[in-house]
């Protein structure tokens, strides 16, 4: 905790220096001029330093970026201002030294003021790990739940890119993380009941904590205790969602590998996931809400992608209600969908079949093989 607190005095003062010589001259420092007034600023390592110092520049420069490319609500944008009492300590590839064979990793974390004013180098910390990834480009030391490291890495590059004429459909849903269908026909469902118990025990234990914490003087001992427990069951929760999306975006990695799929249409959702205040009650729009669409779209599109597999968002209009076969539409009830012609089919399916036959051209109604996964 006492280098986060080094690396925030960092980040303080880059924002300050940074204000000041705007007021003085009409202009931002330059980033060698910075990078020199940060040298050797506190007790910190010089590497630590110029991480945060990095990190600093990488947020000014972002804020351009966004002003020269005019994006939405960039006349906002404003640079770093506010002030930090933690900021995750960090090291380059170059500042670690790493044994594979070992799996531990050497760093330095600050410099040793000696009697006669002369500075040292601190002897080097080791950490071992239980699994430590190839490739290494920095480590960050963060607080979550206790003092924890997080690894940056490079993927080793992929050399199996898929190139075929198979295109397959997506429909996300909130019970059933990713229905898909092919152009043969093959079907997928990956449910995402998992995710939904978690999210039930965490809502559960949640208002059960803060129905106590109603109970206490605000500040008390009680009080930071239940806040405590808040945090780590946030925490935990958080840590097991994010495994079982990975868990279902792998899967269907899986299945677009073993059926060579090169090309995935998803529908876009996020008109249907914001403002749901005004459109939808209570219990509906707390599930869209929570819902983790974003999440899982972004895993997707890591995975996919290193495999050359086109991600293509469409629009979704009414795809979970038009019948496949006549076109009409009509309003699914339950998991099942049936239509007035006879039609019946699962009501997820008939998303995944109508995006496909609209943005595709395929007329495909019913599926050839289904197969249906949970994550453990």
Not at 125 to 153: H, M, S
Not at 194 to 216: H, P, V
Not at 234 to 254: C, G, V, W
């Amino acid at each position: 905790m006492r280098c986060n607190k080094l690396s925030a005095e960092v980040w303080n003062y880059c924002v300050k220096i940074d204000k000041e010589h705007h007021e003085q001259f009409g202009k931002y420092m330059k980033m060698s001029m910075m990078q020199s007034a940060v040298k050797n600023f506190n007790a910190l390592a010089s590497r630590n330093i110029q991480f945060v110092f990095r990190k600093y520049m990488f947020a000014k420069n972002a804020m351009w970026a966004s002003i020269k490319a005019k994006h939405e609500n960039s006349n906002k944008a404003k640079l770093p201002y506010k002030e930090k009492k933690y900021f995750n300590t960090g090291w380059d590839y170059k500042g670690l030294k790493v044994n594979y064979d070992k799996k531990s990793i050497e760093f330095t974390m600050k410099k040793l003021t000696l009697e006669n004013g002369t500075k040292k180098r601190a002897k080097r910390v080791k950490c071992y790990f239980k699994n430590l990834p190839q490739n290494i480009v920095e480590i960050e030391l963060l607080y979550r739940n206790g003092l924890k490291f997080a690894i940056k890495y490079k993927e080793p590059d992929i050399n199996h890119i898929i190139q075929s004429n198979n295109t397959a459909s997506i429909d996300l849903g909130e019970i059933h993380s990713i229905t898909s269908i092919d152009n043969s026909g093959k079907a997928l469902i990956i449910t995402g009941r998992k995710i939904r118990s978690i999210k039930r025990f965490r809502d559960k234990e949640q208002g059960n904590l803060k129905s106590k914490m109603s109970k206490c003087t605000k500040g008390s001992k009680q009080y930071r205790k239940y806040s405590k427990a808040l945090y780590k069951l946030k925490y935990k929760a958080e840590k097991q969602i994010l495994d079982a999306i990975h868990k279902s975006t792998k899967l269907y990695l899986n299945y677009c590998l073993e059926n060579r799929i090169s090309k995935v249409y998803y529908g876009d959702l996020d008109s249907c996931t914001r403002n749901t205040k005004e459109r939808v009650g209570k219990k509906s729009g707390q599930k869209l809400n929570e819902w983790n669409y974003g999440l899982i779209m972004l895993q997707l599109e890591n995975k996919l992608n290193r495999y050359g597999i086109q991600l293509v968002k469409v629009k979704e209009y009414y795809t979970s209600k038009k019948c496949p076969v006549c076109g009409k539409l009509n309003a699914p009830k339950g998991r099942q969908y049936e239509c007035a012609c006879g039609y019946k089919q699962h009501r997820d399916i008939v998303g995944a079949i109508n995006i496909l036959n609209d943005n595709h051209g395929t007329k495909l109604t019913h599926y050839t093989n289904k197969k249906y996964l949970r994550i453990e």
